[in-house]
């Protein structure tokens, strides 16, 4: 399997990382002639909107479920952080075609684009969801979202449990040998059964054209790396009934984060930390990794990526990191070609120039002005090249910073309602269409049309522009020389 060729640094801030992080990039479906479909969760999604009846709320049932987990579990968990976790992920190449998240998170609104994107999340032994500690203002949200995650159960229960049997016959007979029910149950009997049958090894050599590669990998060849035993896995939870997705993406240890003088920690990450694994669904905590490749390759470079070639593209990011991280020379200052140092340039400037002190702090202000005004074109071109999302992540940022909805993340099922209440001229209507928009653009299987695209743009200008005109002067300098909103 050939994994994406992609490196990037991730800084998870001001916390110490204690487990392994897992960023998935692809997850598989319908396992078909030995390869995984892509999971298209438009299915599940429907048949979760029909089972709840929400009619035209159909639309936030992808959104709400993409942040239900920590939302929950940082409104109702005593001992968890209310912000939870920061993780930065910036690509340190121009592959941008996968998006990689960590698991029980939320995109971060503020700091969203296409080479870094930050998300905020919690470790699996941070989430411990209380439904009855939610406070009174959650309680009718917390509700919802219970209503949203039984019904969720019961859609994926018939559309993650699909295994073709009479493809699998070897598979399908060992499993009904071994009885179990739980997943805590299967999960230590498919830990066995990978892990007695089978050895890990990076050359397992290609399974013969006329048999699947699950089962030759299991019943005859029995070696295998990270994707052997995670298809593995998955097929074997499906078996018993219980619903499970395969994985791929990153896998990266704690021992590889570095902590930096700011106090964050940062990794630079390649193909040797791609991996794969199964996910199941644990209620109260969503989406999660099972790992069950045996310790000594977990996370493996793909079969035809050589270690040579892994450490030259180590290396390369790293050297690419560090040139964007401070204090890049021994006594922490920039030198130029000759060696010698910023100090040192400017003292021997003065030399040459004696301006008075009030022409000094004209030309100070003169450059920041400029620069300024500079900084502030460069933005409004970046805002007419933006895709709807990063327009709409952009508009939570301005009516945060007006005092709006604060309370709001634009994900809540009642936003597109509470948008129009808060901002004067701004039609039920166009609400609607505009959290629709960008629902379908976060979610949907294909992406929103040119004249979508042109609607969430113009929405964004009007509403950005009704905010303004209720700002005090300076509020408006904010919004227009710093915030760049408009």
Not at 143 to 153: F, G, I, P
Not at 447 to 456: G, I, K, L, M
Request: aromatic share 14%.
């Amino acid at each position: 399997m050939a994994f994406i060729a992609v490196a990037f640094t991730l800084a998870a801030a001001f916390v110490l990382i204690g487990e392994e992080q897992y960023l998935k990039g692809f997850e598989g479906g319908e396992y078909e002639n030995g390869q995984w479909m892509p999971a298209g969760e438009e299915d599940v999604l429907e048949q979760t909107s029909q089972i709840l009846g929400w009619g035209d709320w159909r639309g936030t049932v992808g959104t709400m479920l993409d942040s239900m987990y920590f939302f929950m579990n940082s409104s109702t968990n005593p001992e968890a952080s209310e912000e939870g976790r920061n993780l930065t992920v910036r690509y340190l190449t121009r592959d941008y075609s996968v998006y990689y998240n960590p698991y029980y998170s939320v995109w971060n609104r503020g700091y969203f684009g296409k080479s870094a994107y930050r998300y905020r999340y919690y470790e699996q032994q941070e989430m411990n969801i209380n439904w009855q500690s939610a406070s009174r203002e959650m309680g009718e949200y917390a509700r919802w979202q219970r209503q949203l995650q039984n019904a969720y159960q019961k859609a994926i229960q018939k559309e993650y449990t699909k295994v073709d049997r009479e493809a699998l016959p070897k598979l399908s007979r060992l499993c009904r040998q071994q009885e179990g029910s739980g997943q805590e149950a299967v999960t230590r009997i498919i830990l066995r059964t990978l892990h007695e049958r089978a050895s890990y090894t990076q050359t397992p050599g290609r399974a013969p054209y006329n048999q699947d590669i699950v089962e030759y990998f299991l019943f005859e060849n029995q070696k295998g790396y990270c994707v052997h035993f995670a298809s593995a896995a998955v097929l074997m939870y499906r078996m018993y009934g219980i619903p499970s997705r395969y994985v791929s993406g990153y896998a990266i240890s704690p021992a590889e984060f570095e902590q930096q003088e700011d106090g964050s920690y940062v990794a630079v990450i390649s193909d040797q930390n791609a991996h794969a694994w199964p996910e199941i669904f644990i209620e109260d905590q969503g989406w999660t990794p099972v790992e069950v490749t045996p310790s000594d390759g977990e996370a493996e470079p793909a079969e035809d990526t050589g270690e040579e070639q892994n450490t030259s593209n180590r290396e390369e990011a790293k050297q690419e990191s560090e040139q964007s991280l401070p204090n890049e020379t021994e006594d922490g200052k920039q030198k130029d070609e000759t060696g010698k140092s910023e100090e040192q340039g400017l003292a021997k400037e003065e030399d040459w120039f004696s301006f008075s002190a009030g022409w000094i702090a004209a030309g100070v202000l003169f450059f920041i002005a400029a620069g300024i005004l500079v900084r502030r074109q460069v933005k409004l071109r970046r805002m007419k090249k933006a895709d709807c999302r990063r327009c709409f992540s952009k508009l939570i940022t301005a009516v945060h910073a007006a005092g709006v909805l604060r309370e709001y993340s634009g994900q809540e099922i009642d936003f597109a309602e509470r948008l129009v209440q808060a901002v004067q001229g701004l039609s039920r209507e166009e609400s609607r269409k505009l959290v629709g928009i960008v629902n379908q653009a976060a979610f949907g299987a294909e992406p929103p049309s040119e004249e979508d695209e042109a609607f969430v743009k113009q929405a964004y200008r009007k509403i950005v522009q009704r905010i303004y005109r209720n700002l005090s002067w300076y509020r408006k300098l904010q919004f227009r020389l710093f915030y760049v909103f408009l």
